[in-house]
């Protein structure tokens, strides 16, 4: 009796694995095709001056429209992409395509100090990391200094020399990196020293709750490590004016979520970087146009 159940058991639990084993080899084909089909989408979020309110700089954030699945968040493949190799090819793809809008919004007219791009472990693997991301910016156009990379403290847990020497040459060819999620990760303050970061990305999570309770203390001591070292500071995640107003007061440079604005299309990522003191190039009759 208790054999046949176990066995039931078993026979249900191998099929649960078929499922989600043939569920995940369908979603990694789609993927695939998707890419070749061109489904995927940069969205931009402001990053913001605390101080002034100005928009300094842009994130992308890739989502991918699939025609079976809809609208998809990262979450819900970057990490197969990761896992498959995939992220390779797409990760091409967002560089090359945040590079490029990056370049046309200057060209617009548009002051914006950086464009910001996620970069997950295994792209971070890749031997011609460098090589390529010097291309994209050759074939671009973009200032080396106009691109920051976004990376967690995760690729750099355990960093073998290679990688450690891929940060370097970036930083070197004037490539700015910044720590995303910073606290979250197997964090080691060892890595601040050792590494050519230069900015730090409050985590949302240590955003959420504040001014109240522990989130309070754990940004004003991101913060002010960050100042004691030299680097600059963002707070991800945003949402209430009582959050910002926080930030400020504890020195925290700059700011990015909801409360500034979500992740918007190109065209409209342009239109707000043009509002506003965001105009440096004068309009045809010579004067600034000011909002
Ligand atoms: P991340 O790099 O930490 O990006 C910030 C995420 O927080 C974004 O989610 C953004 O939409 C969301 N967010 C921004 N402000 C707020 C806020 O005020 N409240 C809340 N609740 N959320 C806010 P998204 O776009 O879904 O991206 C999730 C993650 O996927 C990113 O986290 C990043 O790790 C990854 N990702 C996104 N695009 C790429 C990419 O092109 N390449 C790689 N490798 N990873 C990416
Ligand atoms: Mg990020
Ligand atoms: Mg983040
Ligand atoms: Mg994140």
Redesign the pocket.
Known sequence: EAKAQGRGSYAFYTQALTRSARVRMEMEADLRRGLAREEFR??F?PVVDLASGRIVGA?????WQSPAHGLV???RF?PLAEETGL?EP??DW?LEEACQQMASWIAAGASLDFMA????PR?FQRGSLCEHMEDVLRRTGLAPARLEV?I?ENVLFGAAAAAERKLHDMRDSGVRIAL??FGTGYSSLAYLKRFPISKL?I??SFVHDLPRAADAEIATAIISIARALGLDVVA????APEQCTFLKARGCGYG????FG??VTSERFLRLALQGPNVTAPSPSGSIRLH
């Not at 994130?59 to 989502?63: I, P």
């Not at 791009?117 to 997950?120: A, C, E, K, P, T």
């Not at 991800?236 to 949402?239: C, D, W």
């Not at 990015?256 to 409360?259: N, S, W």
């Open positions: 940069l969205n979020q994130e992308a954030l890739v989502r968040p990262p979450n970057i992220i797409l990760g967002v791009v996620n970069l997950s792209q976004e967690t995303d999620d990305k985590d949302r991800e995640g945003i949402e990015q979520g909801y409360l979500r992740a």
